[in-house]
């Protein structure tokens, strides 16, 4: 049954440097059977982005295909001239890119950017264009009053349907969906991807999936291919690959992440046998509230992103802040931090019972107490100075250690943190480390001044998926160590329940359901938060689509 | 112990010594700052009558002279000195005082941005050239005077550069935590961001010291400045003057002349350079073009190219 419609052979990409050209896609093969699901898994720097813009040959420079063929229909795509190139991208085989959410140009209507690739690629007369304008859109579940509207008036999960729209316009037996829904939060993700693939059922065009997310993939994918470093280093059918794979790569990421339903599983992250909790807490929120001005002349709007937030934290716990983007979590977290100012309501530190919001200037002690860990570790190191440099100037700055010992301290805290030796580490620079190395800075940073309270917003989003749980580690552990409070701020309900000791649901800046973590995922109260439960469950593709006969099998594990 | 400003420097320094464009910029600059402090006692005096007025180069007067009977090339290497000199200050002002108003106001915000703000446009809005020519013969003449008028026009669009530069450096995580680790603001802005700036303050230098010296030497050219003094605006005034134009006496002023546009040229190629050491990404791109065969350059196409390697 050899109905491959697209065929990978031996393609290498090379980006060309003023040193030796670095091989991004090293000899990387593979078919794709009419009709399937192939997923395309790996980390950031794998190349998984690369091979699939080397098919439609739109890499930009440095990038050089270096070798292989790229087969479709017959075809080699590789070795064809440049106006057959133009030819068959669309046509034959379309792409759902990366930030999706970028995709769409901002002054040009739904309408006029759908019509551009139908006028571009088809004879359509005028009539005939709009009517399969409109059709697309009713594929998509989309209303065709929204056809004269701007990009920015749609949702993000609109925006990514539209996306999807004109990937589809001249139905190309092929789509490529690299990274489809990453910016989106997890319950549109979950309905957009059963979207995708109920139009699969319907219109028969073949899909090629590429993801950093191995466990959502294999909710759908028949076949899954893994790549590591530009080479492929599985590929075998999806059944197989969750039952374990081969190659030690794939277990790793297999086990990388817990799932939000279920049984706990022990020993994942260590946990204190009795929590003992202090009495007083350590921290209270009252009634804070926080809106953003928006003074414009004409329309002057206030946006209200928190409201009226209550809540406790006490010594040594892990409370687990979980909303999606836009429900306020970021800034309770610089509420806390004192980076922004509260509209209304109090912060009360250690029980003093003392208001620390009031004053203007945040007295030095409140720093030394409170420390955050940010998102994005590319962007919360500057890249101008060492590590060092990073971690020398809390203390020195908060006078908790005299020059001599600094260097030792350093080193120490670095190696607390799993960044062995440290005295290398010491002297690096923040873009000679991976982004795991950095979070691991960046926590030793917040670490360094023996704080009470760490925030941590959402530390291991922007981390490669194997080396989320190293990260989620190293809190788990300095709350025993060092009996430390955190906060730990996400999207990601599963990674709150194997951390925290109490979960916080966010919606739309107020709190909607806390518990413990356990009693909250097991039985939720609020509808809102079973849809956050589920859409981080395993088998949840089946609770969305529709008549989903021939997969059933494949999907529910648990 | 705070040995990590001396990392970026060096990595700064090294990149640019290594950079074709950077160097040959640099080595120009210096070998005209090598003249100019040299001048005094390698030429002539430049003021004095040494021959028949506009005669033509001679092994005597390897420039010829100009309408004063005095030699082209001392009057020329002379007034390199305080040319350059009004160049550069008005250069190192524009860009300490860009920096010090506009990275204020972009890391403050809020009522001071506004007043600042407010000040920076005003300047901005005001026609430049008339207040130069203004201010100029206003005011004693002097290389002083024209520094303080350069400055004074020309600060406004550098601070408004910083100011928006740095405020997308102050919503940058890397800020956030610092403050959040108890730093003090003043020392954020002058360890944690300015050497983040520095590419942006650097070619912000190069240009305010191009705008100087065009600026410097047509307001001289004009008559506005000390035309006791040799510069090369004077010189290009006296060559006017003396109507060296009419008489073909070419000599007269094409050395300054060129002069000017070596110094602009050399100056550019810093830029470019700089452009170059800090955005890796144009060399990489540079590199790309070398590499692979004219032919298979195709915008939006991706080369395929076998035999690479």
Known sequence: MNSSVLSIQNLCVNYITPGDPVKAVNDVSFEIQQGEIFGLVGESGSGKSTVVQAILRILPPPAVIAGGKVIIKNKDILSTSNTEVMQYRWKQISIVMQSALNALNPVLTVREQIEDVLKEHSDLKSKATEDRTKELLSLIDIDVSWLDSYPHQLSGGMKQRVVIAIALALMPPVIILDEPTTALDVIVEREILAKIIELRKELGFTILFITHDLNLLLEFADRVAIMKNGRLVELDKAQKIRSGGKHDYTQKLIRSLPSASGPREKGLLPRPENLDLGEQPILEVQNLSKSFHDSGIFNPRSIDVVKNVSFQVFPGEIIGLVGESGSGKSTIAKLITRLIRPTAGDIFLKGSNKKVSEARRVPLEYRKQVQMVFQDPFGSLNSVHTVYHHLARPLLRHQLISEQDLLDHIIEMLETVGLRPGTTFAEKFPHEMSGGERQRVAIARALSLGPDLIIADEPTSMLDVSIRMEILEIFARMRIEKNLTIIFITHDLASARYLADRILVLQHGSIVEQGKAEDLIRSPKEQYTKQLIKAASPGWLRSLSFNNNTKDKDVGHV | ?309
Do not use: C
């Open chain 2, 1 to 309: 112990m705070d040995k990590n400003n001396d990392s970026i420097f060096t990595r700064w320094i090294t990149g640019i010594l290594r950079n074709r464009k950077a160097i040959t910029g640099v080595a120009i600059i210096f070998i005209f700052i090598f003249l100019a402090v040299l001048g005094p006692f390698i030429t002539e005096d430049p003021t004095a009558f040494l021959g028949t007025p506009l005669s033509p180069p001679s092994w005597e007067h390897w420039l010829g002279t100009n309408g004063q009977g005095q030699d082209v090339l001392s009057q020329t290497i002379s007034g390199a000195r305080q040319t350059l000199l009004v160049g550069f200050t008005t250069g190192i002002m524009v860009v300490l005082i860009g920096a010090l108003i506009g990275g204020i106001s972009g890391y403050y915000g809020g009522r001071i941005d506004d007043f600042l703000s407010l000040l920076i446009n005003v300047f901005l809005v005001m026609p430049g050239l008339p207040l130069m020519v203004i201010l100029a013969s206003w005011l004693p003449p002097g290389p002083a005077t024209l520094t303080g008028v350069l400055v004074l026009t020309g600060w406004a669009w550098n601070a408004r550069v910083i100011r928006s530069q740095m405020m997308t450096f102050r919503s940058r995580d890397f800020v956030s935590a610092a403050i959040v680790s108890g730093e003090r603001n003043i020392r954020i802005i002058i360890v944690e961001i300015m050497p983040r700036m520095l590419s942006l303050l650097a070619s912000s230098f190069i240009g305010a010291s191009i705008y100087a010296i065009g600026a410097q030497v047509g307001l001289e050219f004009l008559g506005l400045g000390d035309v006791s003094t040799v510069t090369w605006g004077t010189n290009l005034y006296w060559a006017s003057n003396d109507m060296a134009l009419l008489t073909g006496s070419w000599w007269a002023f094409v050395p300054t002349g060129l002069s000017i546009a070596i110094v602009s040229f050399a100056l550019t190629m810093i830029n470019f350079g700089i452009d170059e050491v800090t955005n890796p990404r144009l060399i990489a791109e540079r590199v790309w073009r070398e590499n692979i065969p004219m032919d298979t350059v195709v915008n939006g196409i991706t080369p395929v190219v076998r035999d690479h390697e």
